[in-house]
């Protein structure tokens, strides 16, 4: 008679697995998991602090403040990743007179994991940028150039998988059309290839091959172009691909008041986040993670 | 109850091999935090900095000329102070380069309006100027040009109706916006000569419409930046006092 009860119970697959799980939780079932993602973009060599005189970025900014704010939510969060959407040089002397080699090294002693490549980075040349890459301790990650052809070949990645408390997280880099907003003569022979097309690939590998659990882009694209809705920016990326969970952006120092959450191709929610310029603002995104199966019993909550 | 237990067990290591289960993505939270100046700095990166900074505030902050007024690129209509000094800066300090490379001399400046970044300001006058004024690292580039390409110059001119900086060329234009008169260097444009115009790396490029560039009868990159032009004019200059003139006016 009791075997004949477990009999059907077996026959229900999910049930029994749920009871299991409850029954045996000392040995199956791990807590829930907190993933922080931080990001700038657009810093533009805002090493210092915007002075009392500088209208509404008055006071504010600053990396030795960033720092101390970055190491304070680290030790609450040993799992944080910090990335950065690109432009990181030109806008104040310390690049003209040292070239970007004060922005990767501070960068890298505020530990960011990743960076994308901006169309400012490029404002020393392709050899300028290349110049400055021993000072840098992070990645540069970058899907839609490709550098095959010149001096930065080998020397990004299109992708890179990190791995924060057993949960795999994809990131992949996405670059702006340089021709003509960069003079050919400073990306020489790096050819720009199609975004959309790049992310449904990037997606596939990330989430198929690498089985991540979390897909981020880092893209310099720009937010929105309401005067030129055919040119493509985060907004319709995020529109026209799927798996993607969250779009860190740049290029158009977009100050948002909060992260927009758009529909993607599956009608799935995809957070688009940029922090304006400057090291003005840190971007915080906080992703729960929990490991019972319960997905499509509680959904996916977004508080922003 | 052993035999359920063990059931159990085998049904799980059945279904997941005994590995960590997947994880799901259950809540997002999402917010901006603005860096002001409540949070204390980081003192190891604040040291690592200081004396970089100190040496570009010394450099910076060193005086080379004094300016008796403020100019602005927005005072004045086709022709600014501002402009005027920065387009003759361009002439003076790039054309004894370009000559002694090629035995030529510019016959002309064009910069663009939007590329003057900041106000010169009443008082000293120090490398921190030029900065503000002219943040890019754009080069002089001289592009050899036939006059008939120079009327496509002049046409751009006369469509923008504003006051890109130019030297040496003069450009009278009548009620209605047409061109009355313009000479390189006081003599009328001949269609067939060839006029060397100095302008930026990226106006040649195309940029801000000057599609005039190209194509052209020769390109010379002075690796000069318009920046340290105007530093070196600011060197040779006790008192800068640009003026208004009538390089570029309209007859009304």
């Known amino acids: 008679m009791k075997r004949r009860e477990f009999i059907q119970q077996a026959s229900v697959g999910t049930t029994l697995i749920t009871l299991g799980g409850v029954g045996l939780q000392s040995f199956t079932s791990a807590p829930s998991k907190k993933i922080t993602i931080l990001h700038t973009n657009d810093v533009h060599s805002h090493i210092d602090a915007f002075g009392p005189n500088d209208g509404r970025n008055s006071n504010k900014g600053g990396i030795a403040r960033r720092a101390s704010l970055i190491e304070n939510i680290r030790k609450e969060n040993p799992n944080t990743l910090l990335l950065d959407a690109g432009d990181i040089f030109q806008g104040t002397p310390y690049f003209n007179y040292y070239g970007g080699k004060l922005e990767f090294k501070l960068m890298s002693m505020l530990k960011y994991d990743a960076a994308t490549i901006g169309n400012h980075d490029f404002d020393n040349g392709i050899d300028g940028l290349f110049a400055q890459l021993p000072h840098a301790k992070f990645q540069f990650l970058s899907a839609n150039y490709d550098f095959s052809n010149t001096i930065m070949d080998t020397h990004t990645k299109p992708y890179n998988v990190f791995i924060k408390d057993g949960i795999k997280i994809g990131v992949f880099g996405l670059g702006i059309k340089l021709e003509g907003l960069v003079d050919k003569a400073m990306y020489k022979e790096t050819k720009y290839l199609d975004p959309i097309e790049i992310s449904q690939d990037m997606t596939r590998i990330l989430k198929t091959e690498e089985q991540c659990d979390l897909i981020i882009c880092l893209s310099h694209l720009g937010y929105n172009y309401k005067q030129n809705p055919d040119k493509i920016s985060d907004l319709k990326l995020a529109a026209a691909t799927k798996n993607i969970d969250l779009i860190i952006g740049g290029h158009t120092h977009t100050f948002l008041s909060k992260p927009t959450v758009i529909k993607n191709s599956e009608g799935k929610n995809v957070l688009v986040n940029q922090v304006g310029c400057y090291g003005i603002n840190l971007g915080k995104i906080d992703f729960y993670f929990d490991s019972k199966k319960n997905k499509s019993a509680n959904g996916k909550s977004i508080i922003i | ?252």
């Open chain 2, 1 to 252: 109850m052993r035999l359920t237990h063990l059931f159990f067990l085998l049904i799980f290591f059945v279904f997941s091999n005994c590995k960590e289960q997947n994880s799901y993505l259950t809540k997002i939270e999402g917010k901006h935090i603005v860096i002001t100046d409540s949070l204390t700095k980081n003192k190891e990166v604040e040291d690592f900095i200081k004396p970089f900074r100190e040496h570009i505030n010394n450099d910076l902050d060193s005086i080379l000329a004094y300016s008796p007024k403020i100019c602005s690129k927005s005072d004045g209509e086709l022709n600014t102070a501002i402009g005027n000094f920065m387009a003759d800066a361009v002439y003076s300090e790039s054309n004894p380069i370009f000559k002694s490379r090629t035995g030529n001399n510019i016959d002309m400046v064009l910069l663009n309006h939007g590329g003057i970044r900041a106000v010169l300001p009443k008082g000293n006058i120090t490398k921190r100027q030029a900065y503000e004024i002219m943040p890019f690292e754009n080069n002089v580039v001289v592009v050899a040009l036939k006059g008939k390409q120079i009327d496509a110059l002049l046409n751009y001119l006369k469509n923008k109706k504003k006051a890109h900086p130019i030297s040496q060329l003069k450009l009278t234009l009548d009620q209605s916006y047409n061109i009355k008169e313009a000479t390189i260097k006081g003599k009328l444009i001949k269609k067939d000569k060839t006029y060397y115009v100095a302008t930026s790396d990226y106006l040649y490029g195309g940029n801000d419409g000057m599609y005039f560039f190209k194509p052209n009868d020769g390109l010379y990159v002075l690796d000069y930046k318009i920046r340290n032009a105007i530093i070196d004019k600011f060197n040779k200059l006790d008192t800068i006092n640009p003026m208004i003139d009538d390089r570029f006016i309209q007859i009304k």
